[in-house]
Structure formats: structure tokens, C-alpha cells
């Protein structure tokens, strides 16, 4: 089974990428392929830059990735209690122009995810991006996965192996809920 794990957020040395690529490591235990992804190189959204120049190359480059794939996992910062504005632009994007929402999220399966160094695990960022994911008529996986403390268990050897049991566990699920288990 093929996933996508999107990072929603650009820093180089990001704990939520970092998450993502730990993500390719838990896979494998279940035989998952998680393929990485970022939302680097689109631009801000503008409707007279897709007038004029129509999609950029990165979007439809994601998007590619995106169908390719048996699930799609979103894993968020939280900025300011939301979503990091660099997500929900590259939302948006994906579903320019209008007719290629419906392949792209349209009954997709999704699970949210995130990360963060305090303490609620990026449950207000989740609950906010539920309205845009519902709007885009994804399939929502019912389990999340919020991360507490992530920078700590990335940077510690037992932290960081009770995470990827962690995100075993939560690979597994969102697999199954893909096959109708």
C-alpha cells in the first residue's frame, strides 16, 4: 500500500518532516510505502497568477503524487492554534482548477497527524483543518495522531523508538481503515 505523508510546514529541519520521514521507517514493519512530501515551491494562491500562467509546476507535481497514492496523510504544525497558512494555501492550490478537487480529495482517504514541542499535540490545528478537509470530501480517518514533546523523543534514542512503534501503530490503522478492515 502506497501513502503520502505531507508536511505543513517549510523549515529545513522541521519536527513535523522529521516525523514524516520517521514515517517511511514505521511503514515498513507493515509493508506501507510512505513517500515524503513538502509544499515547497508554491507560490502564494492568486488567481491572476493561474489566469496568466496557469498551475504551477509544484502543484501539479503534488497533486500527481497525491492520486498515485492509496492515502494521504496531512501532518500539521500548529501556528497561532490553526493550521500554518502554507498548508491551507497549498489546500487550495490542489484544487485549482475546480474540476481537479474531486479526483484529488474526493473520497480520498486522509488522516491527520502532527507534531509539536508542547504539550496538546496540535489538537486545535486538527479540529480547524476538519472544515477544509469536509469541504473537500475527503474519507476522514477517525484516529489522529498528536505528538507532545516530538522534538525531545526525536533527539532521545528510547524517545525516539517509542515513537516509531508510535507511528507503527498508527500506520497500521490508518492501513487498515484504507482496506475496510
Not at 512530501?37 to 502543484?59: F, K, N, Q, R, S
Not at 499535540?121 to 514533546?149: D, M
Amino acid at each position: 500500500m502506497k501513502l503520502i505523508a505531507l508536511s505543513g510546514s517549510l523549515r529545513k529541519d522541521s519536527i513535523n518532516t522529521r516525523i514524516c520521514h520517521l514515517m517511511v521507517e514505521a511503514g515498513q514493519t507493515h509493508s506501507l510505502s510512505v513517500d515524503v512530501a513538502t509544499l515547497h515551491g508554491i507560490p502564494l494562491y492568486d488567481g491572476d497568477l493561474e489566469d496568466a500562467e496557469g498551475i504551477p509546476a509544484a502543484v501539479t507535481a503534488l497533486r500527481e503524487r497525491i492520486k498515485a497514492s492509496d492515502g494521504l496523510i496531512i501532518m500539521t504544525p500548529e501556528y497561532n492554534a490553526g493550521i500554518p497558512g502554507v498548508l491551507k494555501n497549498g489546500l487550495d492550490w490542489l484544487t485549482r482548477p475546480g474540476d481537479e478537487m474531486k479526483p484529488t480529495f474526493g473520497a480520498r482517504p486522509v488522516a491527520l497527524a502532527g507534531a509539536t514541542p508542547g504539550a496538546w499535540g496540535t489538537s486545535l490545528a486538527q479540529s480547524g483543518a476538519l472544515i477544509n478537509l469536509r469541504q473537500l470530501g475527503v474519507h476522514l480517518y477517525p484516529g489522529y495522531l498528536r505528538l507532545s514533546r516530538a522534538d525531545k523523543a526525536l533527539d532521545e534514542a528510547q524517545g525516539r523508538a517509542d515513537l516509531v512503534k508510535q507511528l507503527e501503530r498508527f500506520l497500521n490503522g490508518f492501513a487498515g481503515f484504507i482496506r475496510g478492515d
